[in-house]
């Protein structure tokens, strides 16, 4: 199957920096990636879609001023939470979609801001 | 809106019993239907997906789940589970254009006694 990568599995930062994450399709092009938060024990929660070469769309009640997507290859999409707080704690997923409908998922990112 | 329900938050099962994990959509048009299973350090992994066609699917690792569309549910099913089967499961519709976007439940976790 397809596969995702995420870089980094953890990160800890402080709170008022800002820190990126990455996700990659290794061996898929995906025009389209998506972004989900997950809260301990809670479901996924869609943040955004991206689409290569154009803006991302946020779901309501996203910031989009604080989590900043950018999706400049088909490869890459990248999450950046700015100015970060510890509510902005949590583990961000994100998978690109392949055919079929079907989303490939990454491993995640642990982010933990002190 | 669109909405998935898992009932039961955490289930336990003995290793080589059978397995039901309920899910329950709300959906106006046709859904999309998908389980994922979720193992600590690694993406989420498509267990099975219906679009159409056959209200029995099959899915990977000897998993099993059936559309009904009168009961709005999406059961996924397993005749004997094994200790590997232990994880969070995921039963998710597609929503949106083209059903791309992923509404998730809440998750069940199952937890296999020996």
């Known amino acids: 199957g397809a596969v995702v990568s995420q870089h980094p599995s953890r990160v800890i930062c402080k709170s008022g920096t800002s820190v990126k994450i990455e996700c990659r399709s290794l061996?898929?092009?995906?025009?389209?990636m998506f972004w989900y938060r997950q809260f301990p024990k809670k479901s996924l929660m869609l943040m955004a879609t991206s689409n290569e070469g154009s803006k991302a769309t946020y779901e309501q009640g996203v910031e989009k001023d604080k989590f900043l997507i950018n999706h400049a290859s088909l490869t890459l999409s990248t999450l950046t939470v700015t100015s970060a707080h510890p509510e902005d704690s949590s583990f961000y997923i994100c998978?690109?979609?392949?055919?079929?409908?079907?989303?490939?998922f990454g491993p995640g990112t642990r982010l933990t801001v002190t | 809106a669109q909405s998935v329900t898992q009932p039961d938050i955490h289930i336990t099962v003995s290793e080589g019993a059978s397995l039901e994990l309920r899910c329950n959509y709300s959906?106006?048009?046709?859904?999309?239907l998908f389980w994922y299973v979720q193992s600590p350090g690694q993406g989420l992994q498509l267990l099975l997906k219906y679009f159409s066609g056959d209200t029995l699917v099959q899915g990977i690792k000897g998993f099993e789940a059936e559309f009904k569309r009168s009961q709005s549910s999406f059961n996924l099913r397993k005749p004997s589970v094994h200790w590997s089967d232990a994880a969070e499961y995921f039963c998710?519709?597609?929503?949106?254009?083209?059903?791309?976007?992923?509404?998730f439940g809440q998750g069940t976790r199952l937890t296999i006694n020996p």
């Open positions: 998978s690109g979609l392949g055919r079929a409908y079907e989303q490939y």
């Open positions: 061996d898929f092009q995906a025009t389209t």
């Open positions: 998710a519709v597609g929503a949106g254009q083209g059903a791309q976007k992923l509404v």
């Open positions: 959906y106006g048009a046709t859904p999309y």
